[in-house]
């Protein structure tokens, strides 16, 4: 057991006093609890032995000729490799103010003479464990950045692959849809009834896929092809956005209402892509035979602006909140709502670009709300941006 502790000491402590009783005490009581240790009888001495090896520990006296231990212990602070080694001070004083220069000179501890042995040994033990414990942080948090690093990496790469693979899809799905109508256009009479049929199948096919290629390149451009952000009036965005929705609004008879909204740092096209989108779903998810009625609203919440897009429709049952947010997900078949489910994923994705949130509050047969954050453009500024 003894043999044990001396193969595998319980970490290296430096013991600086300029009393050699002080000295022979603890390093004495240190050894036989199983710790490996050095004296230095000065502040110069402990300097040189620290360039030697690094401790995990230093207890330092600070009444000391030449050098005090609070000089000794911030020049140990001031130097890059020897910043992290935790310092205990050993004093007979035992005034506050002594107490509080420890603590400012760089000290983590602070013990009083005449030493309790077993005091001394559960401070330093304590130190010990507070600087393991962050060490593995650390060395967590460097896991952690790296995994980010890749994640972000790989999700870069993906959007990339996303976009190409959706673009080129584009110029052979335009030569099946073109074929298909020159088929239809130049063949009708010649073909049968059925063959006909089929060729309106494979029409309607290359419309929907179009549709679907278009939007999965609008979502992987918004990472990739996003524009700087600048000072945006939420007011002008969303005027833009119901002057081109005017159509559908004037069909629907829909009616809706806004607050007087902010000023957000954001892409201003891809606000206007957001707002469209959900108010879009507002008026596309009303309940038959009632008109859609949209709202609007906003308010300032802890440093954010909290955006809410308040509808009467249908609504939606807790348990999807979760799922229409991800790519082509939808509860309903085109045919009785067309579209295709991308309109969701691309507004959490810009909000997301814009460090906000986007969630639901729904309730079947009653309504929907959107809820959506952006920081407020004191953040960005805090941020550096
Ligand atoms: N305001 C709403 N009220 C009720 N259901 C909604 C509402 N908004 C979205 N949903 C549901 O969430 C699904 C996903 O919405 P999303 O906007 O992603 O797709 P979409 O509107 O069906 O198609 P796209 O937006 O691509 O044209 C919708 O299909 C619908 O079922
Ligand atoms: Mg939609």
Redesign the pocket.
């Known amino acids: 057991m003894k043999s044990e502790q001396v193969n595998t000491p319980k970490g290296n402590i430096l013991i600086v006093d300029d009393t050699p009783e002080n000295l022979h005490f603890l390093a004495n009581g240190l050894t036989i609890r199983g710790y490996e240790v050095k004296c230095a009888i000065s502040g110069s001495m402990a300097l040189l032995g620290v360039a030697d090896e690094l401790p995990d520990l230093i207890l330092l006296d600070i009444r000391m000729p030449e050098m005090n231990g609070y000089e000794v212990c911030e020049y140990l602070k001031a130097n890059e490799r020897t910043r992290e080694i935790p310092v205990i001070f050993l004093s007979a004083l035992n005034e506050v103010s002594d107490k509080i220069k420890a603590f400012a000179s760089g000290g983590v501890d602070y013990i009083t003479k005449p030493f309790q042995m077993d005091e001394v040994l559960a401070r330093i033990e304590n130190q010990l464990t507070i600087c393991r414990l962050q060490k593995q942080l650390q060395q967590q948090n460097l896991r952690l950045q790296k995994l980010n690093d890749e994640l972000r990496q790989s999700n870069r790469e993906l959007e990339e692959f996303a976009y190409i693979v959706s673009h080129d899809l584009q110029e052979p799905l335009r030569a099946v849809s073109s074929f298909t109508q020159l088929l239809a256009e130049k063949y009708q009479s010649c073909l049968n009834v059925e063959a006909n049929e089929y060729i309106g199948f494979i029409l309607n096919g290359t419309t929907r896929m179009r549709q679907l290629i278009k939007?999965l390149l609008a979502y992987s451009r918004l990472g990739t092809k996003g524009r700087e952000f600048q000072p945006t009036d939420c007011n002008i965005v969303l005027e833009n956005v119901l002057m081109d929705l005017q159509l559908v609004i004037a069909e629907t008879d829909a009616k809706l209402t806004h607050e007087f909204l902010p000023t957000v740092m954001g892409d201003s096209v891809q606000l206007a892509q957001l707002f469209q989108?959900?108010i879009?779903?507002?008026i596309?998810?009303h309940r038959p035979e009632v008109p859609p009625s949209i709202k609007i609203s906003i308010e300032a919440k802890n440093g954010e602006w909290l955006f809410g897009v308040h509808?009467n429709?249908?609504?939606?049952k807790a348990r999807?909140f979760e799922r229409?947010?991800q790519m082509f997900?939808?509860?309903?078949t085109a045919a009785n709502?067309?579209?295709?489910?991308?309109?969701?994923?691309i507004?959490k994705k810009i909000v997301e670009r814009h460090k906000g949130q986007l969630w639901i509050e729904?309730e079947l047969g009653v309504g929907?709300t959107?809820y959506f954050t952006i920081p407020n453009p004191d953040w960005w500024a805090k941020m550096g941006n």
């Open positions: 939007d989108n959900l879009i779903n507002a596309k998810f509808d429709g249908i609504g939606i999807h229409i947010f997900k939808r509860l309903h709502y067309p579209g295709t489910g991308m309109g969701l994923a507004c729904s929907t959107f």
